[in-house]
């Protein structure tokens, strides 16, 4: 079975505060991929990353970043975390090296609360 | 470019009674369709999946889903929901092309009363 973990189930942060969220693949997929989870708005896509040291704007990259060193990790990163960042992360992964329209597997999320 | 429209936000249903989740998708050919479901707490995981062949497409847990290109639409059927069924159900449209992501909507809550 594909298994995707993050670093963090619960993450309480500071405004201000630079914070990291981990993803990790087991399965040497070639396309990771971080959304942020809101009531009422579904899953919106952060950032994609579909090889490694590559990256790709999604639909609301703005105020994060990302880190694709290896493979099997992509790394999402919040410079000066705010308030309207609380949110639930979630991480994906999918296998098909030549196109993203490959089902995508998730880990558990990691709900993130910026005070 | 795609998007996907899941007009019902709650649904609530009785345990033992049929089930049918509502999605439309917009795009100008045959896209690549998924459903997902999220249990409280936890990631998504793949309900089932219509890339080609047959419309009717049969699924994890009991679910199956129809595709109607006349309708733009692939809704999700259970005829007999168990109340570990109460969760939330994304579905998710992608070009198959493969040059953009997956686009989710935006769910539909269900809950199962007894």
Redesign the interface.
Known sequence: DVK?TQSSRYLVKRTGEKVFLECVQDMDHE?M?W?RQDP????R?IY?SYDVKMKEK?DIPEGYSVSREKKERFSLILESASTNQTSMY?C?SSS?P????????????TRLTVL | AQSVTQPD?HITVSEGASLELRCNYSYGATP?L?W?VQSP??????LL?YFSGDTLVQGIKGFEAEFKRSQSSFNLRKPSVHWSDAAEY?CAV?????????V????TRLSVIA
Do not use: C, E, W
């Open positions: 995707v396309n991929f959304y009422g708005l579904g899953l896509l994609f999604g979630l994906a098909d030549h196109t993203r329209a490959d089902t995508q597997y998730f880990g558990p999320g | 936000i690549y998924f997902y707490g936890q990631g998504l995981q793949l999946k994304f992608v070009t198959p092309s493969g040059n953009t992501p997956l989710f909507g935006k769910g």
